[in-house]
C-alpha cells in the first residue's frame, strides 16, 4: 500500500474546530503583530490509500505552545 502523498482530505467538523480554535485564541492580536499559538491533536485513519481527518481536538494555546504535551493535556 502506498499513500497519496498529494492530498489529505480535512472534514469538515475537524475543520470547524481547527479554526475555531485558532480564530478564539491564535488571532487575539494579529493586527498588533503578536504571535500566539495554538496546538490541537488531528483524529483521522487511512482510507483507501488517502489520510482523512476527521476530527481536531484542541489541547492548549499561548504566548509559547511548548512542543510537548503536559501531564494535565
Keep these: ?7 489529505i482530505l480535512i472534514k469538515a467538523k ?7 480554535h ?4 491564535g488571532a487575539d492580536d494579529l493586527d498588533k503583530k503578536l504571535w500566539r499559538e495554538v496546538m490541537g491533536v488531528c483524529v ?14 484542541p489541547i492548549t494555546h499561548g504566548k509559547r505552545v511548548e512542543v510537548e504535551y503536559s501531564e494535565n493535556d
Excluded: H, P
Excluded at 500500500?1 to 492530498?7: A, K, V
Excluded at 475537524?14 to 475555531?20: E, F, W
Design 1 to 7: 500500500m502506498s499513500l497519496s502523498e498529494d492530498i
Design 44 to 57: 483521522g485513519k487511512i482510507e483507501n490509500d488517502q489520510v482523512v481527518v476527521y476530527d481536531a481536538i
Design 14 to 20: 475537524a475543520y470547524v474546530n481547527m479554526l475555531t
Design 22 to 25: 485558532v480564530l478564539r485564541f
